[in-house]
């Protein structure tokens, strides 16, 4: 079944979007093929990149006391102390204490893993074109994600290559462009190689998803990407129909008006 939003659906963003942003890359790569063939070839890449869950740079910890195992006995290294018997040291008795622990977060660390897709030329593997669905870690300021997100944008863009971007969510902070962009729920944004003007898309929650054009090699045509059609591929053969639950809260919460219209369209 389809979504019954016409363009994008936000439960996805709610729900269910790490599944959904490896599978549409994905499906974006496999409409392409056919028209990228035989010049051209469409892969799938991932960015990898480890952060703390508090969003601190990691640190190597290094213990003050490791208890290690010596002749049958247990030695505690730092402490210069023994447990093996026959010592015949007397020991003073100190009264019990009982202390109650405090339960703490761990500096504990995730590792992220991004996919993106490169259009290169068969054959010389040159990279021609590379084509980003933002993530949340991307839109999130001062998060490990945005900084690597934000250093690979200003390389491609120095680049030869052609940067398409695509910001299908409504929360998190938008990447930064030296004009004011036009309102709208969700971006593209085609940049062809090192030109200083982007074409930026713009459109709501309630228009469908609009068709882009992928730029290639110069002095090629660029292809058509018909981006609703990868949509309705994506949320059907990942059954979201049935696994969305649309009677929960949005995340983000939807403005009033657009709220109103929501709850009218899943009734």
């Known amino acids: 079944m389809p979504s019954p ?17 490896t599978r549409f890359v994905t499906e974006i790569g496999n409409s392409l093929v056919p028209y990228l063939r035989p010049r051209y070839e469409a892969r799938i890449e991932r960015r990898i990149y480890v952060a703390r869950t508090t969003g601190e ?22 402490t210069g102390t023994d447990d093996t018997q026959g010592t015949g040291v007397a020991t ?45 870690d991307n839109k999130r300021p001062g ?10 944008r200003e390389a491609v863009l120095d680049s ?19 004009d004011p962009i036009p309102v709208g729920d969700y971006y593209a944004f085609v940049s062809r190689g090192r030109e200083p003007l982007a074409n930026v898309y713009a459109w709501s929650l309630r228009h469908a998803v609009p068709p882009l054009p992928v730029p290639l090699a110069e002095g090629d ?15 059907d053969r990942a059954g979201y129909d049935y696994s969305l639950d ?14 109103e219209w929501a709850a009218a369209l899943l009734t």
């Not at 939003?5 to 942003?21: C, K, L, R, V």
């Not at 990691?58 to 030695?75: E, S």
């Not at 009264?95 to 893993?113: I, M, S």
């Open 160 to 178: 030869p290559a052609s940067l398409v971007e695509l910001d299908l969510l409504r929360g998190g902070t938008r990447l930064p462009m030296e």
């Open 57 to 78: 740079p990691a640190r190597v910890l290094i213990p003050d006391v490791a208890v290690v195992k010596q002749n049958g006995g247990r030695r505690t290294e730092g």
């Open 92 to 136: 003073l008795t100190r009264p019990q204490v009982v202390v109650e622990p405090v339960r703490c977060r761990l500096p504990l660390t995730e590792e992220h893993r991004e996919a993106f897709l490169t259009i290169r030329r068969a054959g010389t593997k040159e990279i021609v074109t590379v084509l980003e669905v933002l993530s949340p």
């Open 5 to 21: 939003f016409p363009g994008m659906d936000p439960y996805i963003e709610s729900q269910e979007w790490e599944d959904f942003h």
């Open 246 to 259: 649309y009677h929960s809260p949005l995340t983000p919460p939807l403005p009033a008006e657009d709220a």
């Open 143 to 152: 998060h490990k994600g945005r900084r690597k997100y934000l250093r690979k």
């Open 221 to 235: 045509r660029d292809v058509p990407l018909d981006l609703q059609a990868v949509f309705t591929t994506v949320y």
